[in-house]
């Protein structure tokens, strides 16, 4: 028996479903990163319209 008899064998299907997991979770990734950031630039802009709004700028 070679090395290679025992790599491990994927389906069609196998792959296809790996590569649609792969897909899920970058694109998870990325929206998250977003939001994150999106929340970031909510808080600090938040912040700069409370210090304007007390005249410490």
């Known amino acids: 028996m070679k090395i290679y008899d025992k790599a491990p064998t994927y389906t069609i299907r196998e792959m296809k479903e790996q590569k649609d997991l792969i897909r899920y ?3 998870y990734e990325i ?3 977003i939001l994150e950031l ?3 630039i909510g ?3 938040g912040l700069l319209m409370l210090l304007v709004e007390s005249k410490l700028l």
Do not use: D, E, I
């Open 25 to 27: 979770k970058v694109t």
């Open 31 to 33: 929206a998250t990163s």
């Open 38 to 40: 999106s929340l970031l």
């Open 43 to 45: 808080c600090f802009y």
